[in-house]
């Protein structure tokens, strides 16, 4: 569907969006999250409503701000007319330009600044606004710079263009400066329509009345609609604001100008203190004003319970659905995503040293702790020498789980991107595969490379290069495993908790311990599972089958060898022939945790509000 547009003013070719809302309603249906339920607890009735009957409207040009005491609904307003919370969800209409539109249709044509910011620390911030571009606008990397240019020059962000953007423990741009950044982010595509929620919270007076008058230039310059919510604005901040939009316990209690907010108050017979604001003066008198609109209230009630039937008869009345149109073909999204990634993992020098040392000396210790295990043919000795391979095997699976942090940070920041169409969530997944290959192939040479000779394995090329594919399979086995989970778990404690507990399930029901005939049926799935049981049976093949199987030696009593290599496969179970097919089976599971992966991020992607 062709989106409706108001012609454009003389002298400018920008489209201009009119947004309004009309008998808007909104409530908690069955679950109610920690925040709502603090905020709602006093009431018994789980269909508590947070927005009731709300009419407003914002116009090209202006800025409306949506203020009111803490819990009156200004974030849900603002999340619903993103299209954060669909349509679905909610009973009247929601309208731009007059006509109702899909959710994921205006997220294209829109810009959404949530409160709490969703950057990459160890990103600059001229990098953080290319990358944004890139993914958002088609054309060629030098279009997407002179944008971003520009854009840092709009912003007044040239001077730390190229400074980091920080975290709280590696200190970057100022508060200030973040904002902007999180407000640029949202402006590369040059959106009709901005929506910012608290925009100045947490900022000094001076970052604030910086941040509104950027916000101001551009309803000026641009003739764009800026909808923003706010708490406590100065007197300074207020004068910039074009509308106010007065929100009491989901209910309007006014909507227009600053003046006449502040001419009803008087007429309404209040004496407005000579050092408060209007605005902070009229939320501490909101019950006031509640009182003066109980008759129109009076008829809610039955409008609500219009707009819920008709909802119930028409669930597809936003039915006119645009599929997201992206930026980008699949590859170059990939391309961008992967430069992206790359910066980030390189720039994570704890992470990155820490794996690197972490293969280097993990090589060194084994190998020098089972040096030249692997040549003596004593009887005690064979227990050491598949205790070294079942021990390699829980070192390599279980120091990948320094990962998770990265997942997580990127997985908030992902279902952001997304949502606004910047690029699918496949591309991600297949973006994050491609850098860790490499990464993790020096991870496995690193760790190999000592450990194979120290310990006195097969001493032929062939043998050497199979144990470092074994190696390289483990940790990209291990990687896509924490990177299913890390999509899947709510937080790091519990990620950590789950991931070590199923590693060690999976080491439990390895055949290491137990043999698979030794097992109860109801238990033999997990032996098939298990991301021990191959890799080991491939440790064990390379060394003691083949040719040079059958003339090792594993047991000598008195200069007589009663068990070769080839016997001790039998003994233990294994097939010779497994040794390519358990590099499959390998291989199935790296893709499928990676399929579980996308198909959980996809969800979490476009889950909606209940």
């Given at each position: 569907m062709e989106l409706p547009r108001i012609a454009p003013n003389s002298g400018s070719l920008r489209a201009r969006y009119i947004i309004e809302t009309k008998n808007l309603s909104y409530k908690l249906c069955g679950q109610i999250d920690e925040l709502n339920w603090l905020l709602w607890k006093k009431t018994a009735d789980d269909n508590a409503y947070i927005l009731r009957n709300v009419n407003c409207e914002a116009r090209p040009g202006e800025i409306m701000a949506i203020a009111g005491p803490s819990g009156a609904g200004k974030s849900t307003l603002l999340e619903i007319l993103a299209g954060v919370i669909p349509p679905s969800r909610v009973s009247g209409e929601v309208l731009v330009n007059g006509q109702p539109i899909n959710a994921r249709c205006f997220r294209r044509l829109s810009g959404y600044v949530a409160q709490d910011e969703a950057l990459f620390p160890l990103l600059t911030v001229k990098e953080t606004l290319m990358y944004s571009a890139r993914l958002r606008l088609p054309g060629s990397f030098h279009t997407a710079a002179a944008i971003v240019?520009?854009?840092?020059?709009?912003?007044?962000?040239?001077?730390?263009?190229?400074?980091?953007?920080?975290?709280?423990?590696?200190?970057?741009?100022?508060?200030?400066?973040?904002?902007?950044?999180?407000?640029?982010?949202?402006?590369?595509?040059?959106?009709?329509?901005?929506?910012?929620?608290?925009?100045?919270?947490?900022?000094?007076?001076?970052?604030?009345?910086?941040?509104?008058?950027?916000?101001?230039?551009?309803?000026?310059?641009?003739?764009?609609?800026?909808?923003?919510?706010?708490?406590?604005?100065?007197?300074?901040?207020?004068?910039?604001?074009?509308?106010?939009?007065?929100?009491?316990?989901?209910?309007?209690?006014?909507?227009?100008?600053?003046?006449?907010?502040?001419?009803?108050?008087?007429?309404?017979?209040?004496?407005?203190?000579?050092?408060?604001?209007?605005?902070?003066?009229?939320?501490?008198?909101?019950?006031?004003?509640?009182?003066?609109?109980?008759?129109?209230?009076?008829?809610?009630?039955?409008?609500?319970?219009?707009?819920?039937?008709?909802?119930?008869?028409?669930?597809?009345?936003?039915?006119?659905?645009?599929?997201?149109?992206?930026?980008?073909?699949?590859?170059?999204?990939?391309?961008?995503?992967?430069?992206?990634?790359?910066?980030?993992?390189?720039?994570?020098?704890?992470?990155?040293?820490?794996?690197?040392?972490?293969?280097?000396?993990?090589?060194?210790?084994?190998?020098?702790?089972?040096?030249?295990?692997?040549?003596?043919?004593?009887?005690?000795?064979?227990?050491?020498?598949?205790?070294?391979?079942?021990?390699?095997?829980?070192?390599?699976?279980?120091?990948?789980?320094?990962?998770?942090?990265?997942?997580?940070?990127?997985?908030?920041?992902?279902?952001?991107?997304?949502?606004?169409?910047?690029?699918?969530v496949s591309s991600y997944v297949v973006s994050n595969t491609l850098v860790f290959l490499p990464f993790l192939l020096v991870v496995a040479l690193l760790y190999s490379t000592p450990v194979y000779w120290l310990v006195g394995l097969r001493r032929t090329t062939d043998g050497f290069l199979y144990f470092l594919l074994v190696v390289w399979m483990v940790v990209l086995m291990s990687n896509s495993f924490v990177a299913c989970f890390s999509a899947l778990v709510p937080n790091f404690i519990m990620g950590t908790s789950l991931i070590a507990g199923l590693v060690g399930s999976f080491f439990l029901f390895s055949g290491y311990f137990i043999a698979k005939d030794d097992m109860p049926k109801y238990?033999?799935?997990?032996?098939?599972?298990?991301?021990?049981?191959?890799?080991?049976?491939?440790?064990?093949?390379?060394?003691?089958?083949?040719?040079?199987?059958?003339?090792?030696?594993?047991?000598?009593?008195?200069?007589?060898?009663?068990?070769?290599?080839?016997?001790?496969?039998?003994?233990?179970?294994?097939?010779?022939?497994?040794k390519w097919s358990n590099l499959a089976v390998m291989t199935g599971f790296i893709l499928g945790y990676r399929l579980l992966c996308f198909l959980i991020l996809l969800c979490r992607s476009y889950r909606t509000r209940i």
């Open positions: 240019q520009e854009l840092l020059k709009q912003l007044g962000l040239e001077h730390v263009a190229n400074v980091r953007i920080g975290s709280e423990s590696n200190r970057g741009i100022s508060g200030g400066e973040k904002r902007r950044v999180s407000v640029g982010v949202d402006l590369v595509h040059d959106p009709g329509v901005l929506l910012i929620d608290e925009p100045t919270s947490g900022l000094d007076s001076a970052s604030a009345l910086n941040i509104i008058l950027l916000l101001k230039s551009m309803t000026i310059k641009q003739g764009k609609t800026i909808v923003l919510t706010i708490h406590q604005p100065g007197f300074r901040i207020l004068e910039l604001f074009d509308k106010i939009l007065l929100l009491s316990n989901g209910t309007v209690h006014h909507h227009g100008s600053l003046l006449l907010l502040e001419q009803r108050l008087i007429f309404a017979g209040h004496f407005i203190p000579r050092h408060v604001n209007v605005l902070e003066f009229a939320i501490e008198m909101t019950e006031s004003l509640a009182m003066e609109d109980s008759e129109a209230r009076e008829t809610e009630n039955s409008d609500v319970a219009q707009d819920e039937e008709l909802n119930r008869r028409n669930p597809n009345r936003y039915s006119n659905i645009e599929e997201t149109i992206y930026a980008n073909g699949r590859f170059k999204e990939v391309l961008i995503l992967v430069q992206r990634f790359s910066h980030i993992i390189c720039r994570t020098n704890q992470l990155f040293a820490a794996r690197i040392l972490q293969a280097v000396l993990g090589g060194v210790v084994l190998g020098t702790l089972f040096m030249n295990v692997m040549n003596d043919s004593k009887r005690h000795k064979l227990q050491t020498q598949i205790g070294f391979f079942a021990y390699s095997l829980a070192f390599l699976l279980s120091s990948t789980t320094e990962g998770l942090p990265i997942f997580l940070q990127e997985r908030r920041i992902l279902k952001r991107e997304t949502s606004k169409g910047a690029y699918r238990w033999i799935f997990m032996h098939y599972l298990s991301l021990f049981k191959y890799p080991f049976e491939c440790f064990m093949i390379n060394e003691y089958g083949g040719e040079e199987g059958k003339r090792k030696c594993l047991k000598n009593i008195e200069g007589s060898c009663y068990l070769y290599g080839e016997e001790f496969l039998k003994q233990q179970g294994v097939e010779e022939s497994n």
